[in-house]
């Protein structure tokens, strides 16, 4: 059982390029998300998806794109990268509602120079 | 605004001490969620609850609603214990979870 998966686990990318994060889950989960995690900082959520085709905005969204592919797969793309978005990258999945445990993938380490 | 806040930022113990990390929030709950994130990175569900008092092995899980208030507690600590562990909450009718920053815990032999 493979939970969440996502891809790459590290990449350095020169300011400008672009890449994408990918992330699918094996849960059969409605809610995706994608976060990203400063030192300092909790987890901040760049966007969710509640369900295939759906896509929402969440605290730090600029700079980055979504797509919700099918109910497994959510990717999070970045068109033009900043050193601002060296961070690491984390994807997360959930049945919808309160009640809920969410699932982590392993991270995704991106540098940007 | 909902706003989750952890105590302490840093925690150091000794082998077997009894530990306690706190987290408040500011908006009513739905859920709240504690956390552990290994050293490697990775992040795991340790609780969820809503109401009352969880218990798994050594961790206990507490939440008192009124006060806006949870803790976590760790019996008989051990170095494996060493962890980021992380409190996160459901509220004001989102689904959108709001994190702490973390309580970063050392367990020494």
């Known amino acids: 059982n493979a939970g969440v998966t996502q891809t790459p686990k590290f990449q350095v990318l020169k300011t400008g390029q672009s890449m994408t994060l990918q992330c699918a889950q094996d849960m059969n989960h409605n809610s995706m998300y994608w976060y990203r995690q400063d030192p300092g900082m909790g987890l901040r959520l760049i966007y969710y998806s509640a369900s295939e085709g759906t896509t929402d905005k969440g605290e730090v969204p600029n700079g980055y794109n979504v797509s919700r592919l099918n109910k497994r797969e959510f990717s999070l793309r970045l068109e033009s990268a900043a050193p601002s978005q060296t961070s690491v990258y984390f994807c997360a999945s959930s049945k919808t509602g309160i009640g809920n445990t969410i699932y982590f993938g392993e991270g995704s380490w991106l540098t940007v120079v | ?109």
């Open chain 2, 1 to 109: 605004k909902n706003e989750v806040e952890q105590s302490p930022q840093n925690l150091t113990a000794q082998e077997g001490e009894f530990i306690t990390i706190n987290c408040s929030y500011s908006v009513g709950i739905s859920a709240l969620h504690w956390l552990q994130q290994h050293p490697g990175g990775g992040i795991v569900s340790l609780f969820m609850l809503s109401s009352g008092k969880k218990k798994h092995g050594r961790l206990i899980a507490t939440i008192n609603i009124q006060e806006k208030h949870s803790s976590l507690h760790i019996t008989a600590s051990h170095p494996r214990d060493s962890a980021v562990y992380i409190c996160a909450q459901k509220g004001g009718g989102s689904e959108k979870l709001v994190f702490g920053k973390g309580t970063k815990l050392t367990v020494n032999p």
